[in-house]
């Protein structure tokens, strides 16, 4: 009985441990689903930085609880898949969403986010957002568009004045020979 116990106690620590680098989580209840299944959905997590775990419902509790997440808990019942993701969340929840939607045995029902605990129709809203490099791109040429246009303007301005004394310096150099001339 006591190495069970201490069994358990390392499972949490290692948990606890776990939930302290985090950048996202995702419950998902898997019944249903075979071994190959999951294993598959670990190695498209594997190169994301993420790692999927079949988790005892208390034991991840408590190490939720220890982290300061414990609201989280309240989604882990039934049999509980967790999937930690270490690197880009968005990235790993993505390949979640996708794998659920090939495998219907796979239902996720919640994840915890930047702080924030989202349900799984809030997880497949961040899911569906493009790719963190095309939202930055996107806010890039955003804040350029207006600082072209200004630039544009800008110029403009000095483009008109310099061909309006252009203009200019052609009627006087038109204007001073037949003057000079006349003289």
Do not use: W
Request: net charge positive.
């Amino acid at each position: 009985m006591p190495s069970v116990r201490k069994e358990r106690e390392a499972s949490v620590a290692l948990l606890t441990k776990a939930f302290e680098d985090v950048q996202g989580l995702v419950v998902s209840e898997y019944t249903g689903m075979k071994t190959p299944e999951l294993n598959e959905l670990r190695s498209k997590l594997r190169p994301l930085k993420g790692e999927c775990r079949i988790v005892k419902n208390t034991l991840v509790q408590i190490a939720l609880k220890n982290s300061g997440i414990e609201k989280f808990g309240e989604y882990f019942t039934g049999p509980s898949a967790l999937v930690i993701q270490r690197g880009d969340a968005v990235t790993s929840l993505k390949v979640v969403i996708d794998f659920s939607k090939q495998h219907e045995n796979l239902k996720v029902r919640a994840g915890y986010l930047n702080g924030q605990i989202l349900s799984a129709a809030e997880l497949k809203a961040v899911a569906a957002l493009p790719p963190r490099i095309v939202l930055l791109s996107q806010l890039a040429g955003g804040l350029q568009g207006p600082l072209s246009r200004f630039h544009g303007v800008l110029s403009a301005s000095l483009r008109n004045l310099a061909t309006a004394l252009d203009q200019v310096s052609k009627k006087k150099a038109a204007a001073a020979p037949a003057g000079g001339g006349a003289a």
